[in-house]
């Protein structure tokens, strides 16, 4: 699916409709202290042996999100396109 470079849309700071960039949002780095993480390899320590992994679920489609930055105020936005599977996102030049 093709998302256009940019779009009026509503800004919730600024409060009214203004122009919008586009860009596709992308996950940040996991942190390496994170609760599961830490459980996981206190778990793992010692001869308890092998810890079971995750169980097998049905995949689901993946949400499709765009960042959007408002011209005026510089303030960012997600925004999911569509609702759980959709095609790749690209944005159109």
């Known amino acids: ?3 256009p470079k940019n779009v009026n849309t509503y800004c919730p ?3 009214k409709v203004t122009k919008h960039k586009a860009k596709l949002a992308s996950k940040g780095a996991p942190r390496t ?3 599961g993480n830490l459980k996981h390899a206190r778990k793992l320590k010692g001869y ?3 810890v079971a992994g995750e169980k097998t679920v049905r995949k689901q489609g993946k949400r ?4 959007l ?3 005026e105020c510089k303030k960012k ?3 999911v396109i569509g609702g759980r599977t959709r095609k790749k996102l690209e944005i159109k030049a």
């Open 1 to 3: 699916m093709k998302y």
């Open 48 to 50: 308890g042996g092998k």
């Open 64 to 67: 499709q999100k765009i960042t």
């Open 77 to 79: 936005h997600e925004r």
């Open 13 to 15: 700071k600024c409060r």
């Open 33 to 35: 202290m994170a609760w």
């Open 69 to 71: 930055e408002c011209s």
